[in-house]
């Protein structure tokens, strides 16, 4: 937990993912229909990534990768990033994608994160400045909560922008510049 006040942290620590247990859990009450709350060895199960990684730390489970990291989203993101409706995968696909590597170290989810992000880096900032409000919505919904992020202050950026070239304060005294320099050697 790098980030206990973060909400946005807490919400990616939410996020489900695919584990399966190692040995008999009683007690967990992760099944509604088994009355004994017992988890038998090799149960395919998807929990929230904080329980899943306290698990795993204990050799409980084992952590698989998320769905959202699979092929079909690597090729997709090969493809033509920009484009990719990452937010039905996951809303925190970059957070949940650098819990993942911390944990389990596979490097070519670190790889992909950076392809998606350096791809649609480009594609967030070109929408936030000449985006038609037309476009904005269905474009919107494809962002993460991440991008979403950027997208926002790259539109206050453009719009603070855009009151100083017409007419905001162009030059701003700065305080240093009002005081008197004492001077060297008592002269």
């Not at 009683?26 to 004994?36: M, P």
């Not at 092929?71 to 090969?78: D, F, P």
Request: charged residues 25%.
């Amino acid at each position: 937990m790098a980030n206990y006040y973060d909400i946005d942290d807490i919400l990616a620590d939410e996020e489900l993912v695919p584990a399966v247990f190692l040995e008999a859990v009683n007690g967990v009450g992760l099944f509604e229909s088994n009355e004994a709350n017992r988890v038998e060895p090799r149960s395919k199960v998807e929990l929230p990534f904080w329980l899943a990684r306290e698990l795993h730390l204990r050799q409980a489970v084992s952590v698989t990768i998320p769905p959202c990291f699979n092929k079909k989203t690597r090729e997709e993101i090969g493809a033509d990033g920009a484009h990719v409706d990452l937010r039905s995968r996951s809303s925190y696909f970059y957070e949940l994608g650098c819990k993942i590597v911390q944990l389990m170290g596979d490097k070519s989810i670190g790889s992909l994160l950076l392809v998606a992000f350096q791809t649609r880096y480009k594609e967030v900032l070109i929408k936030a400045h000449t985006a038609a409000s037309a476009l904005t919505p269905k474009f919107l919904s494809l962002l993460t909560k991440e991008e979403t992020k950027l997208y926002d202050a790259a539109k206050s950026s453009t719009a603070a922008f855009k009151t100083w070239r017409m007419g905001g304060p162009r030059f701003q005294k700065a305080a240093v510049l009002g005081r008197k320099r004492k001077p060297i050697g008592g002269e």
